[in-house]
């Protein structure tokens, strides 16, 4: 059962336009997301992350908007760079139902593409 | 320079043999990760551990044993390699705050024939 679903396996986009990468889960005690941004041959990294006490979190030209009543999340990136030519994660975490033993869920990637 | 190290970086192996794939933070984290990268699948959790001296299965734990005798170390053996266990290998570490933020370390690919 994956709780974490990204339903775009891969996404292209144009330089300078913008990218919209789309997360949905079904775990309603998920209270943390994070998205991940891995390069061929690295390990993932930290790309942004939002609590659900919040619908919009920004830094810099990424900005993560979470729905929770549509148990939607989605991640924005603007203007859209060939360095952001990656494969994205959105990951989700529940605090309160396994407060000190929180772990991580993934969703299945999306390879984002950027054409100059 | 600080993070998490892996090794190897590469193995193949044969069906059948024993391999223990290496993790190293020097971050001090208390929790410490393996997860499995593949394709269509995305990052699946294979154990875990909070904090040296426990270990906790994750999602896709058969196959695989964890131990945590340090703070620093977390090493992920197969005992006896499965074809289907050709993956890329992601070790993590995260300190025990409110975020989820993993650092993970560059991966380990092992293929195993």
């Known amino acids: 059962d994956q709780q974490v679903k990204q339903n775009s396996p891969s996404l292209s986009v144009q330089e300078g336009r913008i990218s919209i990468l789309n997360c949905d889960y079904t775990?309603?005690?998920?209270?943390?997301f994070l998205w991940y941004k891995k390069y061929p041959a690295e390990g993932p990294t930290f790309l942004i992350s939002i609590s659900s006490i919040k619908d919009k979190n920004e830094d810099g030209r990424f900005t993560v908007f979470l729905n929770k009543s549509a148990k939607h999340l989605s991640l924005h990136i603007v203007p859209s760079q060939p360095g952001d030519s990656a494969v994205y994660f959105c990951a989700a975490i529940s605090h309160f139902s396994n407060f000190g033993n929180e772990k991580l869920t993934f969703g299945t990637g999306t390879r984002l593409t950027i054409i100059p | 320079i600080a993070g998490i190290t892996q090794a190897p970086t590469s193995q193949i192996l044969a069906a059948g043999r024993r391999m223990t794939l290496r993790c190293t933070q020097d971050m001090r984290h208390n929790a410490m990760y393996w997860y499995r990268q593949d394709l269509g699948l995305g990052l699946r959790l294979i154990h875990y551990?909070?904090?040296?001296?426990?270990?906790g299965k994750g999602e896709v734990p058969d196959g695989y044993s964890v131990s945590r005798a340090n703070t620093d170390d977390f090493p992920l053996t197969l005992a006896s390699a499965v074809p289907s266990q050709t993956s890329v290998y992601f070790c993590a570490s995260r300190e025990h705050t409110n975020t989820g933020e993993l650092f993970f370390g560059e991966g380990s690919r092992l293929t195993v024939l």
């Open positions: 551990s909070n904090t040296a001296g426990t270990t």
């Open positions: 775990n309603s005690m998920f209270d943390y």
